[in-house]
């Protein structure tokens, strides 16, 4: 008897398996709605990956208002973005500070920008900027609705 109701649910379970057709429908996809970087990026935030040599020239110091480091470059981007502050995305790690460093993660910096400018265009006129490794806008958390 147990054998015959084994067979029976392996016997099932390969005509479930093979069937063509989806036993489970598919959810509907809810309305295609405006979902471009635009409008999904938190205004004037951007988290920026230097590489390691542009990480070392981060040292910063404020004049007239304006951000700067020890790379040309990367001043004249501040300027044209309106930077207002660059912190490290990471904190300081204390007695972890080596694993952080190993892993790169010392690199990542938050930079708060103009929100006038379109996120695209802030990163990709950073992108421009020899040892900027990566540059994408902070994304708006998403509510559970």
């Not at 429908?25 to 990026?41: F, G, K, N, R, Y």
């Not at 981007?77 to 995305?89: A, N, P, Q, Y």
């Not at 708060?112 to 990163?123: G, I, T």
């Amino acid at each position: 008897m147990a054998n015959k109701s084994l067979l029976l649910l392996l016997t099932a379970s390969l005509v479930i398996c093979c069937s063509k057709q989806d036993l489970v429908s598919e959810p509907v996809a809810p309305a295609a709605q405006d979902h471009t970087l635009s409008t999904a990026a938190v205004p004037g935030v951007l988290y920026v990956k230097f590489a390691e040599s542009l990480s070392n020239e981060m040292e910063q110091s404020t004049t007239n208002g304006k951000l700067h480091t020890r790379s040309l470059g990367l001043n004249t981007s501040f300027d044209e973005l309106g930077v207002s502050s660059c912190t490290r995305l990471f904190p300081f790690g204390g007695e972890f500070e080596g694993r952080l460093r190993a892993e790169g993660m010392h690199r990542w910096y938050k930079l708060q920008y103009d929100d006038s400018f379109d996120p695209e265009r802030a990163c990709r006129t950073l992108l421009a900027v020899s040892g900027v490794k990566a540059a994408v806008p902070a994304l708006k958390k998403m509510s559970d609705a």
